[in-house]
């Protein structure tokens, strides 16, 4: 008898903002955050839609703490660069944060921030707001992709070195690839990635400078074959 007056734990908003971002995005799920004050993930119900609510909840919070520094002084390809180096380092700080930005970004508030924030940036240098955001989507994206790419490695870190070695025997006795493969320079995956957005961002502003309009680099990547 003495359990009737006991009264039915509680989370709000902020309990739940504060435990997801403690579990990390990795780590989140709402039996998780849940379990941490001992509710019923039925309760999150009132307070998130679901899975997808939960996850932009958390993570919108977790994004609002990246802040994109800008140097005046760059030019567009090294702004560019540095918006994608400050992406992905912040991305990799925040395990399971890239994977919730590959699958649909902006979700939120905050993720507009920092496209609303970059595309205004592009804008002073002299791009059209399509051409802008356009660009800083690719940058956005692939930086993302290699980001995430990086971070399951980083996961599945036992046994890699091994694995690597292996591959790099089969590749040395093979009569297609041995040649070409001992000419490699030896780069780790964190400064290929960099090299891999430089590339893309070297190429990009080549075909999208500032002031070009959209419709002409539309229209130059199709004449290439890549329109069809």
């Given at each position: 008898?003495?359990?009737?007056?006991?009264?039915?734990?509680?989370?709000?908003?902020?309990?739940?903002?504060?435990?997801?971002?403690?579990?990390?995005?990795?780590?989140?799920?709402?039996?998780?955050?849940?379990?941490?004050?001992?509710?019923?993930?039925?309760?999150?119900?009132?307070?998130?839609?679901?899975?997808?609510?939960?996850?932009?909840?958390?993570?919108?919070?977790?994004?609002?703490?990246?802040?994109?520094?800008?140097?005046?002084?760059?030019?567009?390809?090294?702004?560019?660069?540095?918006?994608?180096?400050?992406?992905?380092?912040?991305?990799?700080?925040?395990?399971?944060?890239?994977?919730?930005?590959?699958?649909?970004?902006?979700?939120?508030?905050?993720?507009?921030?920092?496209?609303?924030?970059?595309?205004?940036?592009?804008?002073?240098?002299?791009?059209?707001?399509?051409?802008?955001?356009?660009?800083?989507?690719?940058?956005?994206?692939?930086?993302?992709?290699?980001?995430?790419?990086?971070?399951?490695?980083?996961?599945?870190?036992?046994?890699?070195?091994?694995?690597?070695?292996d591959v790099?025997?089969?590749?040395?006795?093979?009569?297609?690839?041995?040649?070409?493969?001992?000419?490699?320079?030896?780069?780790?995956?964190?400064?290929?990635?960099?090299?891999?957005?430089?590339?893309t961002i070297?190429?990009?502003?080549?075909?999208?400078?500032?002031?070009?309009?959209?419709?002409?680099?539309?229209?130059?990547?199709?004449?290439?074959?890549?329109?069809?």
């Amino acid at each position: 008898m003495a359990q009737l007056g006991r009264r039915a734990r509680k989370i709000d908003l902020d309990d739940i903002v504060r435990v997801g971002r403690a579990l990390g995005m990795q780590q989140l799920s709402l039996n998780a955050v849940a379990s941490k004050p001992g509710v019923s993930a039925a309760a999150l119900y009132r307070h998130v839609d679901g899975r997808w609510g939960l996850e932009r909840l958390v993570g919108e919070s977790i994004l609002g703490d990246l802040v994109l520094h800008h140097d005046p002084h760059h030019t567009v390809e090294r702004h560019l660069l540095s918006f994608g180096l400050q992406l992905r380092s912040f991305v990799l700080d925040h395990p399971g944060l890239g994977t919730y930005m590959q699958i649909l970004f902006p979700r939120g508030d905050a993720g507009r921030r920092l496209m609303a924030d970059e595309i205004a940036a592009l804008c002073r240098a002299g791009y059209n707001p399509d051409v802008a955001v356009s660009v800083a989507s690719v940058v956005a994206g692939s930086t993302i992709n290699t980001t995430v790419a990086e971070e399951t490695q980083r996961l599945r870190v036992e046994g890699l070195d091994e694995q690597r070695r292996d591959v790099s025997e089969q590749l040395d006795t093979d009569d297609r690839l041995a040649e070409a493969h001992r000419e490699l320079p030896a780069v780790d995956t964190g400064e290929f990635s960099k090299l891999v957005l430089a590339t893309t961002i070297r190429a990009l502003v080549a075909v999208a400078p500032p002031g070009r309009p959209l419709e002409e680099v539309v229209a130059d990547l199709a004449a290439t074959g890549l329109g069809k």
